[in-house]
Each structure stands twice: as C-alpha cells, then as structure tokens.
C-alpha cells in the first residue's frame, strides 16, 4: 500500500490505517505500507553509486518488484494527484508490469475520483492493471474516523470489502500469469 501524500496534517495515513485493518482481517492479503513521506526520492536520478540517495532508490525498487499489487491511498490536489506519487511511479518502470493497482481516494466534493481517472491512464502507460473498485472518502477530514480507525462513513467498509476481493483475485491471476510467461514490454 503505498500513501502518496507527504504533506503536513494529511489524511493519508489514517486512512491507511483503516484500510490495513480492513486487509488485516483477510489471510490472502498481506500488505507492505510504503509511505512516501518517510521516503523523499533525489530530484536528480543520476545519483552516485553507493550514496544514501542510490541506496534508497534500489531499496524501494527491490520493495516494489516484490509486490504482487499495490493499492495507493492518494487525495485529490488541484484536480489530480500528490507529486511525490509521479514522481514514484516514473522512477520505476519494470515494477509495476503486469500487477493490478487499487485506489483509496480522499478530497472535496469529488472524494479524489479525479486524482484517480488521472491514475489510470499513468499506470496503464507502466503496463499495470487498475481494478475498477474504489474506496472513495467525500470531503473526508479526520473527523471521519473513530479513535479506533473505524470509518464512520457507511458505504467505506463494503467498498474496501469489494477492493479487497478484486486486489486479491487480479494479485494471484497476474502472479500466476508472470509466472507462466513472464511480462514484456
């Protein structure tokens, strides 16, 4: 799961705490949490051999290449999507290949479906499969949420439910189809 904000005062990881409790329930979802803010990537990716900004550049490439999908908690700004979470997604290529990616979405009126149209047709370009099901908050705040991490909004758990089944269904179909003849772009 990766939080795409890295703002100050975000939602995104509340919100992702929610979400890893609803998969923490299930036995055929396992979830890494890579938040992008515990994880500045270099502006420049022509970094030096060996430097803390190499390291960190492969350590996440070795995380990303071990999924077997990703689901992104991202808020809608201005329209569309974190620029932390692009530049992400274009510093990796192969990582993403043939692996379905999920959206749990915050922000407005809108509830972040913009950032996620926006979404689809990046990670189409990366050769990833986007699952059709959404989380969606609408003018989410952390209001929304109970000291215990329950959504107090009434259609979240059965969203999550329906992504949860799709992310685990499409993560083993695509798993089984690398694995029988591996991706080429």
Sequence with gaps: MIISSVR???????VAGWFADRAGDRDDIHLDVLDLAEFPLPADMAVAPDT????????????????DGFVVVTPEYNHSYPAALKHLIDTYREQWFAKPVGFISYGG???????VEHLRAVFA???????RDVVSFHGAGAADFAADGRATTGAAPAAAAALLDRMGWWGRALRR?????????
């Design 125 to 131: 370009e990366q050769h990833a499969v986007t699952v």
């Design 8 to 14: 100050a005062g975000r939602l995104g990881p509340t």
């Design 109 to 115: 009126m809108s509830g972040g479906l913009r950032a």
């Design 177 to 185: 189809a690398r694995t029988v003849e591996p991706f080429q772009s």
């Design 52 to 67: 803390p900004s190499e390291r960190l550049v492969r350590a996440l490439g070795e995380r990303l290449a071990a999924a």
